[in-house]
């Protein structure tokens, strides 16, 4: 208990008082009652004071750190047709809007499938007012539903070689 009170005197010893140099920041009381820290910056060894002045700085910064995704502002986009994107009209963590256009899919089907479908229905259509008028079904009718078919087809080929250059 002794050795304790005796090393808390609050006398500081010779070994700190010979380090100190004044280079240890003091609290100041002004007449109002407020309170500064005083410090000489001329007694502190390697410092030196000089204006501030504006500078540019580089166009890139690199750092090191963590990424972490926010699945609040994150959203999973689901396309209402299959094909291969053939551009994307934005980057990484850009703000998107309601009805902005993302990237631009490469849908065969949606080329190949209208044309076959007009060649068929046209083909159909005059196939049956030939046969209505005049009895019989026309090389022109028959020409057009085969058209309609080798265009389809050709679409479901085209459609195949789109969704496997995606896995490649």
Known sequence: MLLAGAACSGQPRASES???NGTEPRL???????EALELSLEKIP?????P?????LPATLETTGQVMLDDRRAATIISRV???????S?????????GQPIVTLYSPLKVFFPVSAASLLLGLAYGVWNVIAHGKIPMGSALLIQLAVVVFL????SEQIASGQDRA
């Open 18 to 20: 010979d380090t100190s």
């Open 28 to 34: 100041v009381k002004d007449a109002a009652g407020t």
């Open 46 to 50: 390697g410092l030196s004071v000089v």
């Open 52 to 56: 501030v002045q504006r500078v540019e």
């Open 82 to 88: 299959t094909g291969r994107v053939e551009g994307a």
């Open 90 to 98: 934005l980057s990484q963590w850009d703000n998107v809007r309601r």
């Open 154 to 157: 050709f679409g479901l080929i």
